[in-house]
């Protein structure tokens, strides 16, 4: 059968697309699989620096595949915390935990899970035409895949209910202009962009990266005191890197550094 998530390596970007086009890549148990066997591979793979995550077709992704979860099917109600707890908690915990950048370009629409799952990643791009949707109370669900935590941390509990609770769409201009994701850009540019952003990324200092991440997602739960101790131990494991010493001997030497991600 056709591969759920096609996986490309180059330049250092593991380049992953979502390919259940028909289905506008909404979540089954093998794209779930898929999609965590590739995050799983570019934690270990010190050939990957940077993740780029996209959609196959004229979506992003439409959350949960919902012919899954037929009630006319006569096989009683689902557990859906067993789901969360088996299939999308471990993927947004891998994406979380990932020390190297993680490139989202939301080529199409983004709904339920969809939707949130690209919030988790580091840099979410997405086309002009491109929509979120928090469908879940159009369903009768409640926002998952970290929405209830990521919405209400980037724009705040007032728009947070706003689109949990209306589960209308929200264009790619506003969702940027909200400070919900980082860039909205023309459709036929999206690509182009969210490679070069994925490369560049891929070029630089990976450790130090990784770092900085850990440290802006450790920020909401700590106090300064705690904040300023972590700043602290990571840039002492920053300080130890090679990439470190090259970026400042570049700096010195009037050249560009060339970075090797140690
Ligand atoms: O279950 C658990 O494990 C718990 C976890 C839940 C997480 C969740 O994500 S719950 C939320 C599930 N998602 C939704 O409720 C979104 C459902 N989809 C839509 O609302 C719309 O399709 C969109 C707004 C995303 C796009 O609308 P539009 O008009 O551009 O396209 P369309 O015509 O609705 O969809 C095109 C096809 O994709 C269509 O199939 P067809 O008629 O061509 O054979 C449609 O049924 C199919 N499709 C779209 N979304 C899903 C889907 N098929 C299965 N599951 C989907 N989620």
Redesign the pocket.
């Known amino acids: 059968s056709e591969e759920t998530v096609l996986a490309r390596l180059g330049d250092g970007v593991l380049r992953l697309t979502l390919n259940r086009p028909?289905?506008?890549n909404?979540?089954n148990e093998e794209m779930h699989l898929a999609l965590r066997a590739q995050i799983e591979r570019a934690g270990r793979d010190p050939q990957v620096r940077a993740i780029l995550l996209t959609g196959a077709g004229?979506?992003f992704c439409?959350?949960?595949?919902?012919?899954?979860?037929d009630p006319r099917k006569g096989t009683g109600a689902?557990d859906?915390g067993h789901?969360?707890e088996t299939?999308?908690n471990p993927t947004l915990r891998l994406i979380r935990a990932l020390e190297k950048p993680v490139v989202c370009a939301v080529n199409?629409?983004?709904?339920?899970?969809?939707?949130?799952i690209a919030l988790a990643c580091d840099i979410v791009l997405a086309a002009k035409s491109a929509?979120f949707?928090q469908?879940?109370a159009?369903?009768g669900?409640v926002p998952?895949?970290g929405g209830s935590w990521s919405l209400p941390r980037l724009v705040g509990e007032a728009r947070a209910k706003g689109l949990a609770l209306l589960a209308e769409?929200l264009m790619a201009g506003q969702a940027e202009d909200w400070g919900l994701i980082w860039k909205a850009v023309e459709d036929a540019e999206l690509m182009n962009e969210a490679t070069r952003i994925a490369t560049r990324l891929a070029g630089g200092p990976t450790l130090g990266l990784g770092l900085t991440k850990r440290l802006i997602q450790s920020a909401a739960g700590q106090d300064l005191d705690q904040q300023l101790d972590q700043e602290r131990d990571c840039q002492r494991a920053a300080g130890q890197s090679a990439d470190y010493a090259e970026g400042v001997t570049a700096f010195l030497e009037k050249r560009a550094p060339a970075f090797r991600g140690l």
């Open positions: 028909d289905k506008l909404s979540f004229r979506a439409a959350g949960q595949d919902l012919g899954d979860r689902p859906l789901t969360l299939f999308y199409g629409v983004a709904a339920g899970a969809g939707a949130n929509k949707i469908a879940f159009k369903i669900l998952d895949a769409p």
